[in-house]
């Protein structure tokens, strides 16, 4: 049966067009006539149906299904050209994985520790995208995931890596702080939330023993990498991994004021979709990462702070 998909030409030249909105320009950029790009146009718009283009007497401007459908060409043009590049620098030989993950785990811990499995592994290339939300692996070209939360994904294998023991660190600089500090004296702080672990204040403060009542409030931002930044500034105290934020503790930009670790209840995963798990390169991805943890970061002693 004959895929209903328009020639390539066709969609080069309404990618092109779309972005400058000017068939003029997507003629200069493609090195084609304009009556051959309103030709590509024309014979797409007739091969769909649809209207992508209004025609105006100052140019074109798209229709509401040409914005819609111009997004999804160019993101499939982008894929195509993404994998037509790996493939050329692969020249037909080893491995590409695509690997979905946390972007300051991704900085922070996995990326020092790469070379040792690329020695191991140089005919595999590893690729890493920034995700910090589920999503369903059919609808992307990611191999596997680093996850934190809790190991559902369906269709899928969810290997455990490690847990979180995060600790309140701060600026030595920040108004009120001290090297020892209460858990009760931390409360007294300005306390930076992360969005995606909106509860993280009120369970470290529950496991220590304290009820406060604004564990709740403070500035909110995504990613630890954010919340460290803002700590150094000293806007507040916030609840970090120390394994993540080892340079600022040990150049003293940050200080841990109170030891106690909360053990968190979700934990990192490496995530792999069923119909990939056997793949030979990502299988010994798999098993190096698992033991990488397993090493480093399995227990709070492990996590705990470098001893001043």
Same mark, same amino acid.
């Given at each position: 049966?004959?895929?209903? *998909?328009?020639?390539?030409?066709?969609?080069?030249?309404?990618?092109?067009?779309?972005?400058?909105?000017?068939?003029?320009?997507?003629?200069?950029?493609?090195?084609?006539?304009?009556?051959?790009?309103?030709?590509? *146009?024309?014979?797409?718009? =007739?091969?769909?149906?649809?209207? /992508?283009?209004?025609?105006?007497?100052?140019?074109?401007?798209?229709? %509401?299904?040409?914005?819609?459908?111009?997004?999804?060409?160019?993101?499939?043009?982008?894929?195509?050209?993404?994998?037509?590049?790996?493939?050329?620098?692969?020249?037909?030989?080893?491995?590409? /994985? %695509?690997?979905?993950?946390?972007?300051? *785990?991704?900085?922070?811990?996995?990326?020092?520790?790469?070379?040792?499995?690329?020695?191991?592994?140089?005919?595999?290339?590893?690729?890493?995208?920034?995700?910090?939300?589920?999503?369903?692996?059919? %609808?992307?070209?990611?191999?596997?995931?680093?996850?934190?939360?809790?190991?559902?994904?369906?269709?899928? =294998?969810?290997?455990?890596?490690?847990? $979180?023991?995060?600790?309140?660190?701060?600026?030595?600089? /920040?108004?009120?702080?001290?090297?020892? @500090?209460?858990?009760?004296?931390?409360?007294?702080?300005?306390?930076?939330?992360?969005?995606?672990?909106?509860?993280?204040?009120?369970?470290?403060? =529950?496991?220590?023993?304290?009820?406060?009542?604004?564990? @709740?409030?403070?500035?909110?931002?995504?990613?630890?990498?954010?919340?460290? %930044?803002?700590?150094?500034?000293?806007?507040?105290?916030? /609840?970090?991994?120390?394994?993540?934020?080892?340079? $600022?503790?040990? $150049?003293?930009?940050?200080?841990?004021?109170?030891?106690?670790?909360?053990?968190?209840?979700?934990?990192?995963?490496?995530?792999?979709?069923?119909?990939?798990?056997?793949?030979?390169?990502? @299988?010994?991805?798999?098993?190096?990462?698992?033991? $990488?943890?397993?090493?480093?970061?399995?227990?709070?002693?492990?996590?705990?702070?470098?001893?001043?």
């Amino acid at each position: 049966m004959r895929r209903k *998909i328009p020639s390539t030409a066709a969609l080069l030249a309404f990618n092109a067009a779309a972005r400058h909105e000017s068939f003029t320009r997507a003629a200069d950029e493609l090195a084609l006539t304009q009556s051959a790009v309103c030709r590509q *146009i024309a014979a797409l718009e =007739e091969f769909l149906g649809v209207a /992508l283009f209004r025609r105006t007497r100052r140019g074109v401007r798209l229709t %509401e299904a040409g914005i819609g459908y111009s997004r999804k060409v160019a993101a499939r043009l982008d894929a195509v050209e993404r994998d037509t590049l790996a493939v050329m620098a692969q020249r037909g030989s080893g491995a590409t /994985l %695509e690997i979905a993950t946390l972007p300051t *785990i991704a900085t922070r811990w996995l990326l020092p520790r790469l070379p040792a499995f690329l020695a191991r592994r140089p005919d595999v290339t590893i690729n890493l995208s920034t995700s910090t939300r589920p999503f369903m692996f059919d %609808e992307t070209e990611f191999d596997a995931a680093i996850y934190f939360g809790d190991a559902g994904w369906p269709g899928t =294998e969810a290997h455990f890596l490690m847990r $979180e023991y995060p600790v309140p660190v701060c600026s030595p600089n /920040l108004p009120g702080a001290r090297p020892a @500090m209460t858990p009760a004296e931390i409360a007294r702080l300005p306390l930076l939330q992360q969005t995606t672990r909106p509860y993280a204040w009120r369970q470290w403060f =529950e496991s220590a023993g304290v009820s406060i009542s604004q564990d @709740m409030s403070g500035a909110r931002l995504e990613l630890f990498s954010m919340l460290s %930044e803002a700590a150094i500034q000293c806007l507040g105290v916030a /609840l970090i991994p120390p394994f993540l934020i080892r340079r $600022e503790l040990d $150049e003293g930009w940050l200080i841990a004021p109170c030891p106690h670790a909360q053990r968190s209840e979700r934990a990192y995963y490496f995530i792999v979709p069923e119909r990939k798990a056997q793949g030979a390169a990502l @299988m010994d991805f798999r098993d190096w990462l698992v033991a $990488e943890t397993a090493r480093y970061g399995s227990t709070p002693e492990m996590q705990a702070p470098s001893p001043a």
